[in-house]
């Protein structure tokens, strides 16, 4: 069974880049129809979608926050990763990983990560 | 973006009764691009339904969606002590995918 699981700085300072990595066990990223998304989520604003990347590498971003941030892969190492540039205390969240299964003509975030808490602090 | 909106913000129920929750999109989706997740505290989202009204797997089948066009319901048929949680509606429509406010089922 496939597992996700987020890691990175936990602690950021404003203005910095935030960077977190997403490794997948269990299987192989590219083992079927899959895309890699990021989340995040804040008393704020809720669930909200950062973005994803399938395993060809092409990417699709939020338009909220698509100036600042870069999804990246690694299949070698079953690795996805999140960078969000010039943080503001309003980034502050828990952010997940997701897989996106294209079971056509479904899309579903069948598998979550367990989340990662960042906070933007001086 | 289109923007889900889900009602009520929470629901004050007792175990053994039936729970509606409603999301209704800004404009019209495919309903094939529709999901409900549960989440309760401290853990990621979990899918629930898909395509509107597909179980995920595992799913008990106290739990069923429907809907069309811009409205679509989650109802839970008799409350378990575990479904006492937090519901979010997301489209996979068109980007960027967007997420419902959430609906928190609690305990009355």
């Known amino acids: 069974q496939m597992q996700l699981q987020e890691s990175g700085p936990g602690l950021v300072k404003p203005s910095q880049t935030l960077s977190l990595t997403c490794t997948v066990s269990?299987?192989?990223?590219?083992?079927?129809?899959?895309?890699w998304n990021w989340i995040r989520q804040s008393a704020g604003k809720g669930l909200e979608w950062i973005g994803r990347?399938?395993?060809?590498?092409?990417?699709d971003y939020n338009p909220s926050l698509k100036s600042r941030v870069i999804i990246s892969l690694d299949t070698s190492k079953n690795q996805f990763s999140l960078d969000l540039s010039s943080v503001i205390v309003a980034d502050t969240a828990v952010y997940y990983c997701?897989?996106?299964?294209?079971?056509?003509?479904?899309?579903?975030?069948?598998?979550w990560g367990q989340g990662k808490v960042v906070t933007v602090s001086s | 973006e289109i923007v889900l909106t889900q009602s009520p913000g929470t629901l004050s129920l007792s175990p053994g009764e039936r729970a509606t929750l409603s999301c209704r999109a800004s404009q019209r989706i495919d309903s094939d691009s529709l999901a409900w997740y549960q989440q309760k505290p401290g853990q990621a989202p979990r899918l629930l339904i898909y395509g509107a009204s597909k179980r995920a797997t595992g799913i008990p089948d106290r739990f069923s969606g429907s809907g069309s066009g811009a409205v679509f319901t989650l109802a839970l048929s008799r409350l378990e002590p575990e479904d006492f949680a937090v519901y979010y509606c997301?489209?996979?429509?068109?980007?960027?995918?967007?997420f419902g406010g959430g609906t928190k089922v609690e305990i009355k």
């Open positions: 269990g299987d192989s990223m590219s083992s079927g129809s899959y895309h």
């Open positions: 997701a897989r996106e299964w294209n079971l056509l003509p479904f899309d579903v975030f069948d598998i």
């Open positions: 990347i399938s395993t060809s590498g092409r990417t």
């Open positions: 997301q489209q996979f429509d068109t980007l960027p995918f967007t």
